[in-house]
């Protein structure tokens, strides 16, 4: 809230409009839906309906609630109300994360000016504080436990819709919230998806079985992949897998506070090039993760992002040829001044069931 008020005071913004759900509970801790807020140095406002009344209430006892669907009407007369009431003349609002008919709601409805402000929280998340970054450990722990219990599930005949379905139970009853986002887990050929779909598809002898998958918890998110070789392994899958690990140990070792995120991506393209392999790369090798999945700082050859000490973000360099399949490990990575924590626990060999 500090940063949030420093930077409408640098904009000469008497107020921000905050619509990205996201941020929303970044900036209010609320964990419901239908939620918008309006922030002021005056007074803070939570716009929301019935349904979420009572839960706002508790969570967010230091905000003036406005139920916008009974007394006002829409979420712009709502806003109105309470730019008159603070005097707003300018209010900042995320461009990005409004409906073209919310847009014309609020300028049909706001007298104030509206300012286009994006970005602006999804920077301040970049950067997490000390207890964020306990709950992305516990939930990426939560995770590794889970891929130790799923092996023992991982048999030939097995569908991958069921081992997806059990993974996700794993995670909850290992500690997770129980609304755990989507789950890759994927086998065979397909595996050169890079996100696929689980499936009805049941597991065969021979079958690469990847895994990217992650939990919540109290709204901080895990994400890992793993893959694994159901049988014995083939030469090719062992040589593509052991490139693979080497594509993700040479970012690894290369990311730490003030390195450039497009720079970690040339490190990992040194290892594939001159291979056969070269051409089936991918070339977003990582991301931000925190209360989202995909957070900056982004890893590619055009990110312009530098990475900052407490950033928590993933290494998943990938291969993947169509009608073969593909290999992906991914990591979850606490960035520090001299290097890198690896939140991951799960083993990076390859394991063969």
Partial sequence: MEQLLAYMQKEHLDGMFISRPVNVKYVSHYTGEDSWLFITEQEK?????????????YECPDYTILNWRDTYGSIGKALAYAAEKVGAKTIGFE???L?????QNLQSEVKAELVPADGIIEEFRSIKRPEEIECLRISCDIASRAYEKIQKDIRVGITEKELAARLSLYMVLEGA??????NILISGARTSLLHGIPSQKAIEYGDLVLMDYGCQYHGYLSDMTRTLVVGRATPKQKEVYKIEQQMVAAVEGFLKDGVSASDAYYESTKIIEGTE???????????????????????SPVSKNIVHANNVMTVEPGIYIPGWGGIRIEDQLLITETGNENLISATKELIEL
């Fill in 177 to 182: 919230d129980t609304q755990p986002y989507g």
């Fill in 45 to 57: 406002f939570f716009l929301t309906d019935p349904r979420y009344t009572e839960q706002v209430s």
């Fill in 99 to 103: 409906t073209v008919e919310q847009y």
């Fill in 277 to 299: 392999y070269f051409p089936y790369h991918y070339t977003g090798i990582g991301h931000g993760v925190g209360m989202f999945v995909h957070e900056i700082p982004f890893m």
């Fill in 95 to 97: 461009a990005a994360h």
